[in-house]
């Protein structure tokens, strides 16, 4: 598996479902059958963003997160590519 | 607030749902949590499972695990997953493998929303036919080779942990391996007619800390269903998952007959939240029993609120109190400190509740249905491990 590059471009998986919730989202992967949790959310609307932007960065603007939070956004986001909730596109 | 503490209060829809398809079944295990055997003639109909489907969708519940008795069974079973994959609902069937055909298993390996679960609760025949019933440990392993050999990755081997296999948790582990498996081990509970033999096949108090050293070690590998989290007091490691009793606020259960129950392992008048034919439908029973209102508020901790264990157990299983006659904030019946012990031992002739429905076969019937639970006599031939023993060993030392 590649590393995560918010240089490129993301989008949600296409076997994941999101379902929202208070705390932001519950994530359902089909293929691997697994469940995670978007605890915020601004990193739903991120993630939900991703494929309509050149990169991540993009995605992170459009979802109104402040700065100084990027790189804990930036943390997560690389967590969900490794589970495969977001995937290059 | 805390992801915990916001599940403590209930999600606008169960993250996932069990639901018994019918009371129907092949087997006769002594444990049943449904107490099931006979189809029970208010069952749902086909139309009616598919708007309860419907209703799924809506909620967007992601995935349903369908038990019974045996679901398999029921005639209209396939179109009803095909039915609920169709509708982006996945479906987890929970099977002895009776039905579990080469042909049907090809047919199941194409779909990404189907998983299959099978049970066996032994490693070896003789362990899990005690429990199961004569020629099931056959039925299933075929099954497994079945789904193994039409390419079914990852499908679930599901265990309920006694007293006669915790000894086998390696061997487990080798057959889920061999059939390119994942192993689910989950904690007996004292419901249905598991409550008839929970005395003598729940683990003893060293057996459960054997199976709690075996499960930090083998991590996220295996599943369980959330099920052992009233061990955590065993050490500084939670296990994994998300150690919370989830019944009513991210749990529940849809019976044969459509009544909504709090949890699987709680079938009984006292955690009935509805039917799922009243109107409204589930998600009205869902979002508004009161009976889940009052479970997703604060729950009184009792005795347990000064022990030091307390938030790593939470007091542990509402459902494994409830059968063995514990007040709800007494201690776990197994609790890892042993005021389960002692508080049992507290209890008055008449504490254990009635089984409030049972569908059972009567009789003895044509089915596997042993007519004593435990091992014959020796003569007979023992399992060759685990069970060299009486399944009362230990029964005394459980919970020191």
């Known amino acids: 598996m590649s590393s995560f590059d918010p240089d490129l471009p993301y989008r949600c998986a296409p076997s994941v479902s999101l379902r929202p919730e208070p705390f932001g989202a519950l994530a359902y992967d089909f293929s691997t059958r697994r469940l995670s949790f978007l605890k915020s959310l601004e990193l739903v609307k991120t993630v939900r963003a991703l494929i309509s932007h050149p990169d991540v960065h993009g995605a992170l603007d459009q979802a109104g997160v402040p700065a100084e939070q990027r790189r804990a956004y930036l943390t997560a986001l690389a967590g969900l590519a490794e589970a495969g909730t977001i995937q290059p596109r | ?400």
């Open chain 2, 1 to 400: 607030m805390k992801l915990v503490d916001q599940f403590q209060h209930g999600l606008d829809a169960p993250i996932c749902l069990t639901w018994e398809l019918t009371y129907a079944c092949n087997l006769a295990c002594v444990h049943c949590l449904s107490s099931s055997g006979r189809r029970d003639p208010r069952e749902l109909s086909t139309a009616e499972c598919r708007s309860v489907l419907d209703e799924l969708q809506r909620m967007q519940v992601f995935y349903v695990n369908i038990g019974g008795g045996e679901p398999t069974v029921r005639p209209d079973f396939w179109e009803l997953v095909d039915y609920a994959t169709d509708r982006q609902v996945g479906v987890k069937f929970s099977t002895n493998g009776i039905k579990i055909t080469p042909e049907r298993a090809r047919l199941l390996a194409r779909s990404d929303y189907v998983d299959v679960q099978i049970s066996i609760d032994g490693a070896t025949a003789e362990v899990n036919d005690a429990v199961r019933g004569p020629g099931s440990y056959r039925t299933a392993v075929t099954a497994m080779g079945n789904l193994a050999e039409a390419g079914f990755r990852d499908f679930k081997l599901s265990v309920v942990m006694t007293r006669q296999n915790c000894d086998q948790l390696d061997d487990f582990a080798e057959i889920a391996e061999r059939y390119g498996a994942q192993l689910r081990l989950t904690r007996l509970r004292p419901a249905g007619r598991g409550a008839e033999v929970w005395n003598e096949l729940h683990p003893t108090a060293e057996q459960q800390r054997t199976l709690y050293h075996w499960l930090v070690a083998n991590g996220e590998r295996v599943l369980t269903g959330d099920s052992f989290f009233h061990l955590n007091a065993l050490g500084s490691t939670p296990l994994p998952g998300l150690n919370l009793c989830g019944a009513g606020r991210v749990v529940c259960l849809i019976d044969p007959v459509g009544d909504v129950y709090a949890c699987p392992f709680a079938i009984h008048d006292q955690f009935l939240a509805g039917n799922v034919r009243s109107p409204g439908g589930f998600a009205e029973v869902w979002r508004n029993a009161p009976l889940f209102a009052e479970l997703r508020g604060p729950q009184s901790a009792g005795a347990c609120g000064s022990c030091s264990a307390f938030d790593s157990c939470r007091g542990g299983c509402m459902a494994a109190k409830f059968f063995t006659g514990l007040p709800m904030d007494a201690p776990d019946p197994e609790c890892v400190k042993g005021h389960g012990e002692t508080a049992l031992a507290a209890l008055g002739p008449g504490s254990v509740p009635r089984p409030s429905g049972d569908h059972s076969r009567r009789g003895r019937g044509p089915g596997p249905v042993p007519v004593q639970i435990g091992w014959a006599p020796p003569a007979a031939g023992l399992p060759d491990r685990a069970c060299d023993t009486s399944p009362l060993t230990g029964l005394a030392a459980a919970g020191r």
